[in-house]
């Protein structure tokens, strides 16, 4: 291919138990999906599930056993984290019915969702769209991908997240309003999934700030451990 300047590189993540890596194409991400989490947002916790993306290129993957970091980003006061299941699609599809999702699941992550939360709350009373506040540069590191093959299905067990040692995210996946067959379902209705495609599947309560300087560590069920200093 001639193109006139080098194209970027393919993002990918490391796979746990394998010397080849899972190429990710899109990050969707779902929003408000632990009721205690969209109470402490101001919600009921009650309503369908909707989706946001980010750009592949946002996520900072972590090697096996190795702490990355991200940089403070710009223009925000408030930069949150939001520790979430992640899952990697295997198998693409359009119209999956959740009873056949877990078919279409490659394996489980656990990432941060990381939010400049002051624009996103911006964002959200001008009606303007959240990217600003959820998109930008450096916003998803993720660790490995543990093959379902190794984990299986992951329906219930501890998310965490500790901050400087301090626990400030602790729940159970089994707390997802919208399980991860449900949330396949309800996306693939929405756009037609690819392999390569992962999905963000929502935060519990207990977001907070972090600042440069402090080291997140997270961890969920069936997925190798992520530790992120912020720089
Ligand atoms: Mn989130």
């Given at each position: ?9 393919t ?27 969209a ?15 980010k ?22 006061k ?57 998109a ?38 089994a707390?997802?309003?919208?399980s ?19 999905i ?32």
């Open positions: 291919m001639n193109f006139v300047f080098p194209e970027q590189p993002v990918s993540l490391p796979i746990v138990g394998s010397d080849q890596r899972f190429p990710i194409r899109r990050v969707y991400c779902v929003g408000r999906n632990y009721v205690e989490h109470q402490e947002m101001g919600f009921t916790g009650r309503e369908p599930p909707f989706f946001f993306l750009p592949a290129d946002a996520v900072v993957p972590a090697g096996i056993g190795q702490a990355i970091s991200i940089p403070y980003p710009s223009l925000t408030n930069l949150h984290h939001e520790v979430e299941l992640v899952v990697a699609i295997g198998t693409g599809g359009k119209n999956i019915a959740a009873a056949d999702a877990v078919k279409h699941v490659f394996g489980y992550a656990v990432g941060l969702d990381m939010t400049r939360r002051d624009l996103q709350g911006e964002a959200k009373k001008t009606g303007r769209p959240w990217e600003i506040g959820k930008f540069d450096h916003s998803a590191p993720i660790g490995p991908i543990t093959p379902i093959a190794k984990s299986g299905a992951i329906t219930a067990g501890e998310i965490q997240l500790t901050v400087n040692g301090k626990t400030t995210q602790k729940s159970d996946v707390k997802l309003i919208w991860v067959n449900e949330i396949i379902e309800h996306l693939s209705a929405a756009w037609e999934l690819q392999a390569g495609d992962i963000m599947t929502g935060t519990p309560e207990g977001v907070a700030a972090v600042v440069s300087g402090d080291t997140m560590v997270a961890s969920c069920v069936g997925c190798q451990g992520l530790t992120v200093r912020v720089s």
